[in-house]
């Protein structure tokens, strides 16, 4: 449902943020490690342009005195083309709920090249942002993405009956596709248009760069398939559908994980917890998906 003209916003301006904002970032409540990324130094900014990362960040002023009300910066995404992400989202706590969040989004997604498609990540709890991105017509993903040690992730369940980690041909390409479809829920799905068979591990593994994918099995010979993970560098993911993942087959996983070489104190990612995990006390840091699939229709002038 689009959400129309929002109210109009007097006496702000929304502008790119300058290196001198950083102390304005700070008294915004930014700890300074994040001023320094939002106001990146020459050397940071040339590393990123070299590495292809395109960023931006804006701030909103408060033009009667130049004091900075709220900030947010966009990172685009290496593919598929007009989708960003965008973080360290903040308006000042005397000036929230006043609109300056929701201009900040919209003036952003006016500036950026091709903004067709914004999602960000908030912490699992942290209920006044989630509302505060769904009055801005932000959806929720219905799955979790979360992460924890190998180490304490394999105590939180039974070790029998054990797993089997199987390398993945290339004919089971189209079911993990579906794992993850599942997996990463139809919102994220949207924000990412075109990630589908022939483009999921196909060629030079286009839809994810993982290395090595393993298929995760029961220990019976023929048992579906319940997972895979995939080693993307020094990074470890395991990919499951909501509806199977429990306790126990996470912590086998983690112990299969281990037991391939992975150190105890590692991190392994998790896409696919359920929110039911996720409420129970645990090992578990997990970040709930926000996305806005179509800009152009939420935000209509």
Known sequence: MALGRPAAVTGIAVRACRPVDRAGLIRLGHPPMVADILCPSPARALLWRLKGTRCATLVAEETATGMILGAVQFVRCARPAGTWMFGHWRVAAGRRRQGIGRRLLRDGARLLPDAQ??????????????????????????????????????????????????????????????????????????????????????????????????????????????????????????????????????????????????RRDSTLELRGLPPGLAERPGPFGARVLMGMPDVATQWRD
């Open 117 to 262: 498609r914004l999602y960000s990540f908030v912490d699992w709890g942290n209920d006044a942002s989630i509302a505060a991105h769904e009055r801005c017509g932000f959806e929720a993903g219905r799955s979790l993405f979360g992460s924890a040690p190998v180490g304490l992730l394999s105590t939180i369940g039974p070790a029998t009956p054990a797993l089997r980690l199987e390398p993945a041909g290339r004919r089971e390409w189209p079911a993990l596709c579906g794992l993850y479809a599942r997996a990463m829920g139809s919102l994220w799905l949207r924000l990412r248009p075109g990630l589908w068979p022939r483009m999921f591990l196909g060629g030079a593994l286009s839809g994810l760069r993982g290395a090595l994918v393993a298929v995760v099995r029961g220990a019976s010979r023929g048992a579906a398939a319940s997972g895979f993970v995939l080693w993307e560098g020094a990074t470890v993911s395991f990919f499951t559908d909501p509806e199977a993942c429990d306790a126990a087959l996470l912590a086998r996983v983690a112990l299969q994980v281990a037991a391939l070489g992975g």
